[in-house]
C-alpha cells in the first residue's frame, strides 16, 4: 500500500458487547436469580423476572476454518435469533429463550459435526495454543494433540458425569501459555539447548540472553573466534528459556524433547485457594501424529480420579484427601527423585511431619 | 478448482479419523474448495509445512517485524524458514483482534468478520488464543494492512503482543450469571481502554494483562495469569432462602448436604439444625463459593457487592508460576468516580511497572525480587493483613520503626471508625 493511502487507525480498543448480546440477557443483565443443568450440553438460567434463558454449549476444533464458522452461524440464525458467544475454551455457546429451540439445535449441531457437551462436571474441552501450526518456538503441536485426546475424552465432554469439571490444558513448551489445568500435557526438554556458535553474534543480544536465564547457565564466549555464547551444562535445566531470544540456541530435539504431566492446578477458590500443577510423569514420547502414550496416562489418571473422588472434589481436592502416595500408587506411575521440588520455595511442599498415611 | 499444490500428508491424515471435529479437515476443504485461488494455496503449502512439522518432530516458524501503519503491535509475524519448499505460505501472519468482553457476537458479525477474512486471508480463525484475542491466522505483509483498516472500519481494534499492556478477559458474567457480583464488561473496558496507547505500541519492560472474573469461582484463571486480576465478591451477609434449603434436602437427602456442602466449607461456617434450617456464619465466610455452586437455588451472593484486585499473577517464565496476591480486599464499583478510582490506580501501577521492571520481568516477578511493601509504598496502598496468609515467621528484620508503623495502622482504624 502506498503511503498516501495509510490512514491512521481507529484506536476504538475493545469495543462494548451489549451490542451483540442477546435481548433477554440484555435485559436481565445482573438480574440472574440460579440456574440448572437440565441436560449435558444445555444450561438453563432464570431471572428474578422470571425470564429464562436455555444455553447450548458445543465444543469445535478451535482452529475455524470459514466454512466452519459459517454452518455455526447459520445455526445461529435458524435456532438462535443470531447471538453467540464463545467460552475461555473455545467451546461456542447458544441462547435461546425458546425451550423447544433446545433439541432441534442440538440435533442440527450434532448433525453437522459438532459435540454438543462441555457444561458442569464434564473434561471439558482441552485449552491449548498454537504449536507447529504456527508459533515459532514450538516442541510439539497442539491442535493436532487435543484432536487426538478429545476423540479419546468425548463421551466424558458429552455426559457430564465426573466427580467436578476437569479443566486439561496442553503446551509446546515450558513457559506454559496453555495455563494451569486439572491435568496439563507439557513439553518437556531434556538436553541443553544445541548452539550454533556461527548464527550467535548477528542474531542474539548476548547480554539479553545471559539474562533471560533463570539458573544462570549462559555466558559469552569466543568460540572459534566469533563472539558467541557457552552453556553450563551441568547447571542447566533445560527450560529453553534463550530460545525465544536466541533461535541459534535451539532447544527443540526431535527424540529428546518428551512431554510431562501436571495434575492439580485449580483456578477456583471454591473450598480450597486456588493451586498450580504438580508434577507427576516425564519422559512421555512426542510422538505426533496422535500422541497415544501420552492419552494413555490421562485416562488412567481420569479413571482413578472418577472411581476415587467425592463428589464435589477436583483432581487437587482428591489428592489432597487420600495424599500423594495413594496416588502413585492408584494410578501405577512411578516416583522418582524428580518429584521433589529443589525449586525457590521448595521446602514448602516437604512433609514436616508424621502426618502419614498407611 | 483449486490451484493449490497438493502435498502429501499421511500423519495429518491420521487427525481426521476420529469423533472430534478435525481441524485438518476444515484446511484440506479451504484447500480444495475455497473459491479463492490464494486461499486455496496458501492453505495447500501451509498443510505441506505442518505435515514437515509432524514428520520431523520441529516447528519452521521465525518471527519478524510486522505491525499496521500507526500501531507497533498486535502482529504476530511469521515467516517460513522453509518457505522454498512451501512459497504459498511463506508468510502467515496472525492478526490479534480484541473481542467484546464475554465474547460475545451476532452472527451478521461474525459473517462480516468471515467475508474481511477471505478477502485478505487464509480463512483460519480461532476464538480466542490463550491472552483472549480473536486470532486471524495467516496472511501476508501486503494484505495485512487491507484487511485491518476494513475491520477498523467497523469497529475492530488490534489487541496486545509483545510488551505492552495486552488484551483482557472477563467470563460470561452479570449477562447470565447469578453468581455475578461486579459489571464484567464495565471494568474490563474501563481498564483497557484506558490503556490503548499501552496495547499498540509496546513499551512496557514485559506484558501486562488484566482479566476479569464476576465471582470468586474466578472462570478467567485471572488470579492465575493476570498481572491485574479483579475478582467479583460481596461483604454483607449470604442471602439463604430457607425453603429453597428444604426443597434442596427433600430432592437429595440429608446425608447430601452434610457430606457435600455442611462439612465442605473451608471455614466450617455452615450448621443444619435439626428442623432443617441452614445457619451461616458469615464473619467467616471466606467467599469460596462452594455452597453456592452446590444449591443455586437455595443460596446467593449477598447484595453490597464490589471486588477484590490481585496483583502479579503469570506463568512459568522465570522464576516459576505466581499467583496475584491480594492488594485490595475490597473495593465498590458503583459510581463513576469508583470506576476512576479502580483505572488510576491501574495506571500507578503500569507506571511502577514501567520504572522498575527489569526488561523481560512481570510484575509478580518484580515484586518477588523487591518486596510487597516497597511495591506496596510505590503505588501508595496501604498494608492490610488480607494481604498475607500469615504474618513474618523468622525474626531476622530491622525493626526500630515499629512504633511509627503502629501508630500509622492505629490512625488509620480510627479513620475509618470515624468515616
Redo the contacts between chains.
Sequence with gaps: ?ALED?????????????Q??HPT??KN??Q?????HPRPGVLL?VAHSGDQ?W?VKA????????????K???I??KF?D???????R?N?EY?VTDEAKVEPMIKALEDA???VGGTANSVAMM?H?????????????A??VV??M???L?DEFKQCNMPNRVHITTSCC???????GDIAINVQHTKPPKINHDLVANVCERP?VV??C?VAAIRPAMVNGKPSLEVDEKKCICCG?CFPPC?PMQI?D?EN?KLAIWVG?N??????K?T?QKLVAAGVP?N???WPEATAIVKRILKEYKEGA???ERINDWIDRIGWPRFFEVTGLPFTKYHIDN???ARNSLNASTHIRF | MSKATIHDTPMLDELEKGPWPSFISGFKRLRDEHPSEHINKAVGDLLGQLEHSYETRKGYWKGGTVSVFGYGGGIIPRFSEVGNAFPESKEFHTLRVQPTPGNYYTTDMMNQLADSWEKYGSGLITFHGQTGNIMFIGTDTDRIQHFFDEINDYGWDLGGAGPCVRTAMSCVGAARCEQSCANEHAIHRHLVNEFVDDVHRPALPYKFKFKVSGCPNDCQNAIERADFAVIGTWRDDMKVDQAEVKNFIEAKGRQYIIDNVITRCPTNCMTLSDSDELTVDNSNCVRCMHCLNVMTKALSPGDDKGVSILIGGKRTLKIGDLMGTVVVPFKKLDTAEDYEELVEMAGDIIDFFAENALEHERTGEMIERIGLVNFLEGIDIDVNPHMVSNPRQCSYVRMDGWDEEAEKWFERKAEEASA
Aim: charged residues 20%; aromatic residues 12%.
Design positions: 500500500m495509510m490512514r491512521s487507525p481507529i484506536e476504538s480498543g475493545c469495543p462494548d458487547g451489549f451483540y448480546m440477557m440484555r443483565f445482573g440472574w436469580k440460579y440456574h440448572e438460567h434463558i444455553t465444543g469445535t476444533q478451535r482452529i475455524l476454518d470459514v466454512y466452519s464458522l459459517r455455526l452461524t447459520e445461529g440464525d438462535a443470531g447471538y453467540i458467544r464463545f467460552t475461555l473455545s461456542i441462547m459435526g459438532f459435540i485449552s495454543t498454537q504449536g507447529w501450526l504456527h508459533c515459532d518456538i514450538p516442541g510439539t503441536d491442535s493436532g484432536k487426538a478429545m476423540d479419546e468425548i515450558q513457559i506454559n501459555c496453555g495455563g494451569q539479553t539474562a533471560r533463570p528459556a533461535p527443540n526431535p524433547s492446578g483456578h477456583s477458590n471454591a473450598r480450597s486456588p498450580f512426542n505426533p501424529p496422535r467425592k463428589d464435589w525449586w525457590r520455595g
